[in-house]
């Protein structure tokens, strides 16, 4: 985490305030400071031992169990203290900010679980005999605002302290997949939450030795999300390595290839695409033209015109690059944009010639990003175009070359984002607010211009 922004620090300021002032008001039901103790050495230790799900933001713990067991044991202000003790959580890499804000979202999202749990009907102290089926409702209550609370504070911090360079999520996809947490993750947390019950329960029954029965389920879901975690880096280093060899061979795309991504998760998040089609659009971005290591060097970097031979081996990459990565089964819909992305929406691209809604919505997002980047990059037989000039680019084939709809939430998109061009500097999102039409002599060949190769 970098410099933050002032409304990031605000946003880290008002949880902190809001989960001091909150649980100072109490109710102090149920308090009892030997259970708190007890589990708030829980989270200390599954605090300590956090699988981390992405580089430098995320991570995952069974610490809620012991935060939802708190709002049965010792009630909404106790439970708020458990939650706390993530502060002293030995796990390496949170600086003093990023502890303060953890400690603030446990706490906060800890003390409302209780309140809810309380407005539900449920009853502070040791469940018995008596207490289910009746116990089951407010719990399911204090468990989906825990996590609801938990999911929606640590949405808010990544999007407000995401580099404005980067796009980046959930939280659980990886870098760049994305600030938004997963469903896949939010619906793990929701289910592990039961494990709260199931050791305030036990607790009736053996006492202290409860959390150390529950303990050995949690810590096989640990070793779960951590397997989970490792395949994840397994397909970044696996795009990424495919990435490396298409910009060694064509030295003039460099990062090409990750500015298409970027550009194609803007898209489809103005759009509204759920995190797992955003995920999986990032990667055919990353991936769109592997194809490119099956055409020649020369044809590649050859500065004066394409003969029909070397053109003809150009407009075979999409379907050269399927074959590359056709068997690797994470990209799924990624797929059919990795194929397509050349297609026009008037039926004059390649290579199979489909136009309007017969091109996958995956090939109609990478091919505005795609030839966006392509403008604004230095090529072998161009130079790089002006960011407005692209934009009127894009607008003026929009509707024959590309998809309407995609090319006005790009624009969108960009006005607000910004964009890192591949020269110096950023492009600011308020010049981008200023850009007008521009009269231009000659835009050029839409395939040899307006289309990357």
Not at 290 to 306: H, I, S
Not at 361 to 366: D, K, M, N, P, T
Request: charge should be neutral; proline fraction near 4%; hydrophobic fraction near 50%.
């Amino acid at each position: 985490m970098g410099k933050l922004s002032r409304a990031a620090l605000l946003y880290i300021g008002a949880v902190v305030v809001s989960a001091v002032v909150l649980v100072a008001r109490g109710p102090f039901t149920g308090l009892r400071w030997q259970y708190v103790i007890f589990l708030g050495i829980l989270v200390i230790v599954s605090e300590s031992r956090a699988t981390q799900l992405r580089k430098g933001q995320l991570t995952w713990s069974s610490s809620s169990a012991a935060m939802l067991a708190s709002v049965v044991l010792v009630g909404p202000v106790g439970a708020a203290i458990v939650g706390a003790c993530t502060a002293l959580g030995l796990r390496r890499g949170p600086h003093l900010l990023q502890r303060v804000f953890n400690t603030s979202m446990y706490a906060l999202s800890a003390y409302l679980a209780g309140r809810a749990f309380l407005a539900f009907g449920g009853q502070v102290g040791l469940p018995n005999e008596n207490s289910f089926p009746a116990i089951i409702a407010p719990f399911a209550a204090a468990a989906l605002i825990h996590v609801a609370a938990n999911h929606g504070l640590l949405s808010g911090v990544l999007w407000l302290t995401r580099p404005r360079d980067r796009m980046s999520s959930g939280a659980s996809g990886g870098q760049g997949a994305g600030v938004g947490l997963s469903a896949r993750l939010l619906l793990s947390d929701i289910g592990y939450a039961a494990f709260g019950l199931l050791m305030a329960a036990l607790w009736s029954v053996v006492g202290f030795f409860a959390p150390l029965l529950v303990l050995i389920p949690l810590f096989v879901a640990r070793w779960a999300v951590a397997q989970f975690a490792e395949q994840q880096k397994a397909y970044e280093a696996t795009v990424g390595a495919l990435c490396q060899a298409v910009e060694t061979k064509d030295f003039y795309t460099r990062g090409h290839s990750d500015r298409v991504s970027r550009g194609s998760v803007m898209i489809a998040r103005e759009i509204g695409m759920r995190a797992e089609r955003v995920e999986a659009i990032r990667y055919a971005g990353m991936l769109h033209d592997v194809g490119k290591l099956g055409v020649p060097t020369k044809v590649l970097q050859k500065t004066g015109k394409l003969t029909e031979e070397e053109y003809a081996a150009i407009q075979l990459h999409p379907m050269r690059g399927l074959d590359i990565v056709r068997e690797i089964g994470f990209l799924d819909e990624a797929l059919a944009g990795i194929m397509h992305h050349h297609e026009r929406i008037d039926g004059r691209g390649y290579p199979m010639g489909l136009a309007g809604d017969e091109i996958p919505e995956f090939a109609r997002v990478l091919a505005v990003a795609d030839a966006f980047d392509s403008m604004t990059s230095t090529r072998s037989y161009r130079g790089a175009r002006p960011v407005a000039e692209a934009l009127e680019e894009l607008r003026k084939w929009s509707g024959t070359q590309f998809d309407p709809a995609f090319v006005d939430a790009f624009v969108a998109a960009l006005k607000r984002e910004g964009w890192q061009r591949p020269e110096p500097q950023m492009i600011a999102a308020d010049e981008l607010a200023t850009i007008t039409a521009q009269d231009h002599d000659d835009p050029g060949a839409p395939l040899r211009v307006i289309d990357s190769l």
